[in-house]
């Protein structure tokens, strides 16, 4: 008996010393550490020692003290950049040295340091950590909360209550903005790099067969070329090239395997002619028929006829492949000469 009369007598004592404080005088202990602030749960240390750590990153309980002696206790939890509140309970608290008095109930508790702090409960000691990302509007927007509930406290509603500010949502949608046009920009360039390094290699590849192939002909026996000179005599005297020439006046369209046919008969007059040109462009249909064409000396006029181009256009092909495979001197003509030679 005289033990619980000393115990009521000390409570009575701390509960009187806590109300002679002044409205908005914040709570301290003796340590000197403010308690107001925001503080999250990150530890629950039960009877047996076991230890179970607070996943912050998914959620967290929050204790929000005032300096008007009333504290909210909420869980937060956050969806991608959203963050809800459950609230919890809201009450009246006192700190006098290590006497902690939650809601009337007295709690052990203990300071770590300034920003850590520990109490007790049901023999669970719940270590908590100050909050130092919590805003000032973070911490209206939970007592409203609390206020709303209140107010709704006869209303069937669930607890989860949204509790994104618009300027973080403004922010957050920027924040998207910016990503994706960062994303998009990246992208855009790493594709232009590509192309370059591409192109650079393209270009190399060109120049070194163009040099094999001009030296090839630069470097070619006296003997070897007057025979392939013959061959090219008795193939525009063959039957095939007369033949050809007949449907070319005559206007006759060529098939799919009249243009194969014609591949053939050029390789066979001049080997490895596709195999050359082909290696130095990467040439469209029409292109490589005028191509062809010209090695088999078929006039412009005739040229324009069978792929039924313009004879301008057929002209602005030759000069363009000129410039893209040899350089910007030479045109046209220079084009058929290059190859003739093939």
């Known amino acids: 008996m005289n033990r619980f009369f000393i115990i009521l007598s000390t409570v009575l004592v701390l509960l009187s010393s806590c109300s002679g404080r002044q409205q908005g005088e914040a709570v301290q202990s003796s340590e000197g550490f403010d308690i107001t602030g925001a503080w999250a749960l990150i530890s629950q240390t039960y009877p047996s020692g076991r230890v179970v750590e607070t996943n912050l990153k998914d959620y967290s309980r929050c204790k929000i003290y005032g300096s008007d002696s009333s504290y909210y206790c909420v869980q937060l939890r956050f969806f991608g950049g959203d963050v809800f509140v459950e609230p919890h309970e809201k009450g009246d608290y006192s ?106 290699k393209r270009k190399r590849r060109v120049e070194q067969n163009l040099a094999a192939i001009k030296e090839e002909l630069s470097q070619r026996p006296a003997l070897i070329a007057d025979a392939i000179k013959q061959v090219e005599d008795d193939f525009f005297q063959s039957d095939y090239y007369n033949h050809l020439r007949e449907r070319i006046a005559a206007g006759i369209n060529m098939t799919d395997e009249d243009w194969r046919e014609m591949e053939h008969q050029v390789n066979a007059m001049s080997s490895g002619f596709t195999r050359k040109l082909r290696s130095l462009y990467d040439f469209s249909d029409v292109e490589y028929q005028v191509c062809l064409l010209i090695k ?18 057929v002209s602005s092909i030759r000069s363009r492949l000129h410039k893209k495979i040899l350089g910007p001197n030479g045109g046209a003509k220079e084009w058929d000469y290059f190859v003739l030679s093939l």
């Open 296 to 313: 088999l000396r078929i006039p412009h006029k005739d040229i324009a006829a069978i792929t039924h181009r313009a004879p301008d256009s």
């Open 95 to 200: 700190l006098h040295d290590t006497i902690y008095i939650e809601n009337g109930r007295l709690t052990p508790f203990q300071w770590i340091n300034d920003s850590t702090m520990t109490t007790a409960f049901m023999g669970i000691i719940e270590t908590w950590r100050r909050s130092t990302t919590m805003t000032e509007s973070r911490k209206e927007e939970i007592r409203n909360i609390f206020r709303y509930h209140q107010k709704k406290a006869t209303a069937e509603e669930p607890l989860l209550e949204y509790v994104l500010s618009t300027g973080e949502r403004k922010l957050q949608h920027t924040i998207s903005i910016y990503h994706y046009l960062f994303v998009a920009l990246l992208s855009v360039i790493l594709v232009v790099i590509i192309y370059a390094v591409e192109l650079t």
